[in-house]
């Protein structure tokens, strides 16, 4: 994603911190040189006034990403119920859909922390993600998911734990 293609008042996703709205866009001068950055607000406010500054080069491995569109999001469903994509697609979401789909295929080591972990990252993400987009509540998201990727494999019971912990956020 180039910095071009921001502008203020853009929404953007990230799988822990969810919906946030580019509120400024700055120059930030260093020693060397200065570089652009975007100060992104989360849409929901909590007691905690957070504010994300992100360098523009930064950006795509920080995990803020644009959201995608609705016709994305019935690909990515369609892809968790068939199990197949028919475009390669690399973007953070899709990511988080193939990790969701592997887990599901694949049972999941119960004592490997790190991939609990990264389960539980990427099903808070499209659930919040496919939620926002859709228009829809992350409990009933959380069901869409489960009922697709039902379709392709025997579900590991770890999987129905992470959607049934996103459908309580």
Same mark, same amino acid.
């Given at each position: 994603?180039?910095?071009?293609?921001?502008?203020?008042?853009?929404?953007?996703?990230?799988?822990?911190?969810?919906?946030?709205?580019?509120?400024?866009?700055? !120059?930030?001068?260093?020693?060397?040189?200065?570089?652009?950055?975007?100060?992104?607000?989360?849409?929901?406010?909590?007691?905690? !006034? @957070?504010?994300?500054?992100?360098?523009?080069?930064?950006?795509?491995?920080?995990? &803020?990403?644009?959201?995608?569109?609705? /016709?994305?999001?019935?690909?990515?469903?369609?892809?968790?119920?068939?199990?197949?994509?028919?475009?390669? +697609?690399?973007?953070?979401?899709?990511?988080?859909?193939?990790?969701?789909?592997? &887990?599901?295929?694949? !049972?999941?080591?119960?004592?490997?922390?790190?991939?609990?972990?990264?389960?539980?990252?990427?099903?808070?993400?499209? @659930?919040?993600?496919?939620?926002?987009?859709?228009?829809?509540? &992350? /409990?009933?998201?959380?069901?869409?998911?489960?009922?697709?990727?039902?379709?392709?494999? +025997?579900?590991?019971?770890? @999987? &129905?734990?992470?959607?049934?912990?996103?459908?309580?956020?």
């Amino acid at each position: 994603m180039t910095s071009k293609k921001l502008i203020r008042h853009d929404l953007l996703f990230h799988p822990v911190h969810g919906l946030c709205r580019v509120d400024m866009i700055t !120059k930030q001068n260093s020693r060397r040189d200065s570089m652009l950055c975007y100060s992104l607000v989360p849409k929901t406010t909590s007691k905690m !006034k @957070v504010r994300f500054l992100v360098p523009a080069s930064d950006l795509k491995t920080s995990g &803020f990403h644009k959201v995608i569109s609705i /016709k994305d999001a019935k690909k990515i469903l369609d892809y968790l119920r068939t199990g197949k994509d028919k475009v390669e +697609q690399s973007d953070q979401t899709w990511t988080l859909a193939r990790n969701i789909l592997s &887990f599901s295929k694949n !049972k999941v080591n119960t004592r490997d922390q790190r991939k609990r972990q990264q389960l539980e990252h990427s099903v808070k993400g499209l @659930v919040g993600e496919l939620a926002y987009v859709l228009q829809m509540s &992350f /409990k009933k998201t959380a069901l869409l998911i489960g009922k697709n990727l039902a379709r392709v494999a +025997q579900i590991d019971p770890l @999987v &129905f734990g992470a959607l049934d912990r996103a459908a309580e956020d």
